[in-house]
């Protein structure tokens, strides 16, 4: 929890009391189900919630903003970004049925009321939403494929509408089709070395793919 006061300053009791439960609550059923690594459960502030949150020092999201969290797994990066934003509206998908059930027990323990799951496939997802995040869940040219007709098309935040998409390691190539395309480097954010080569890919919806 220090690690993650020392980025976030200003949050509110309700989110500290909220993001300092999600040790015990993922501790708890992670040795029941293993849905986060054995390496990674015991870095669980540094690799998956600071991480989940780095979108929030690119955007911060206004209120009423939708998003679609597509292969949350336990819950990342939504379920961070839910409590620091509670009045935006997340909807976490995952195709795998006990992620999803780890996933609505921190939602319920967590008295998340902007949150709703679905176990699915990102491609029967037919609502739109301001903003599709992930966590690497494959590459970006079949990830866009999957929900480039869930973003809607009117932007209102400070970004246009879009994807959000956390990676990490040399890009180059797998991005090099899309033309406005952007990366933000995550050790401009955070001084930890977990973050040197990680980055927030952003495809604002109207992208350009190059010939």
């Known amino acids: 929890m220090k690690l993650i006061q020392k980025y976030f300053k200003d949050l509110t009791e309700e989110q500290l009391v909220q993001?300092?439960?999600l040790e015990l609550l993922y501790k708890d059923w992670n040795s029941k189900i293993n849905v986060i690594s054995r390496k990674d459960i015991d870095e669980l502030y540094l690799r998956h919630v600071l991480h989940?949150?780095?979108?929030a020092k690119l955007i911060s999201f206004k209120n009423g903003t939708t998003l679609l969290d597509v292969g949350t797994g336990g819950g990342f990066p939504g379920i961070p970004l839910a409590i620091l934003f509670p009045n935006c509206k997340f909807h976490l998908v995952d195709s795998i049925q006990k992620?999803?059930?780890v996933v609505n027990i921190v939602v319920k323990e967590l008295e998340l009321k902007n949150?709703?799951?679905s176990c699915c496939r990102a491609e029967s997802v037919k609502d739109k939403y301001d903003f599709v995040i992930s966590r690497a869940v494959t590459n970006m040219k079949d990830f866009v494929s999957w929900i480039k007709y869930n973003v809607n098309k009117k932007s209102f935040n400070d970004l246009k509408n879009g994807v959000l998409y956390l990676k990490g390691g040399d890009l180059k190539k797998e991005l090099i089709s899309f033309k406005n395309i952007k990366t933000y480097e995550l050790s401009d954010f955070f001084s930890d070395d977990f973050f040197n080569e990680k980055k927030i890919v952003y495809l604002p919806i109207k992208y350009k793919i190059k010939n």
């Open 19 to 21: 993001l300092n439960k």
């Open 99 to 101: 992620k999803i059930n």
């Open 52 to 55: 989940s949150l780095s979108i």
């Open 115 to 117: 949150v709703k799951t």
